[in-house]
């Protein structure tokens, strides 16, 4: 198995510094949270849509995130990237549980029907990620990135579209580059970022 460039605190200098934390600051949970406030605010009037894209987004990104960090101070996951496939089951289960409290306040609030579309969309995605992860270490940060780049593109158009497109090549570098994952880990985990968003909009979500 390849060791990942910043396994070590020692070797985090330099652009090995640089990539982690851009990897982290860019990382799946504030992908999805910031598209959420992004729909929000856009279907609804500026402070309901912000109240409503905030809630999707503290359930589905700091929900998660408090689980892993749970873990790794009791040991059961080593670090934040988690590299060990086995040691992403229970941050995946968290987050699909999260996503669907996330649904049902939007569903029982009559929340914004493109965040409901999103939650969908998160849940399946990361569902199928945890399934494919039993097995191998598909790319999550570049299914993200996908996800929320043609999520992007069909709701804020082509300007917003060409404006994202540089950080979703990025990350997907930067996961390549840190040796988090392998080129075929990254272009599957595009490839399901598009066969879930083509599955979503087939049952009549994000309509053109």
């Known amino acids: ?24 600051i860019i990382s799946p949970p504030v992908m999805f949270a910031a598209a959420g406030i992004a729909l929000g605010v856009h279907e609804r009037p500026f402070w309901p849509g912000l109240v409503w894209g905030l809630i999707y987004g503290v359930l589905v990104a700091l929900g998660p995130l408090f689980v892993i960090l749970y873990l790794m101070r009791t040991g059961h996951i080593s670090e934040l990237h988690m590299s060990s496939t086995r040691e992403r089951h229970i941050p995946y289960i968290s987050a699909v549980v999260f996503g669907m409290i996330a649904y049902a306040l939007l569903l029982l609030f009559d929340g914004p029907e493109l965040l409901r579309c999103l939650t969908i969309l998160s849940a399946i995605t990361l569902g199928t990620l945890g399934l494919i992860n039993t097995r191998w270490l598909i790319s999550i940060h570049a299914t993200a990135a996908i996800i929320t780049w043609l ?12 404006t994202l497109l ?10 390549i580059y840190l040796k988090r994952h392998t080129p075929a880990q990254v272009l599957a985990g595009i490839a399901l970022g598009i066969a879930t968003f083509m599955l979503i909009r087939t049952l009549g979500c994000f309509p053109a």
């Not at 460039?5 to 330099?14: K, L, Q, S, W």
């Not at 999520?151 to 060409?162: E, M, R």
């Not at 540089?166 to 996961?175: A, K, N, Q, S």
């Open 1 to 24: 198995m390849t060791i990942p460039r910043d396994t070590h605190v020692e070797d985090r200098i330099g652009m090995v510094r640089v990539a982690r934390i851009l990897s982290n």
């Open 166 to 175: 540089p950080l979703v090549v990025l990350i997907c570098w930067i996961r």
């Open 151 to 162: 999520v992007v593109t069909l709701i804020f158009g082509w300007t917003a579209s060409l």
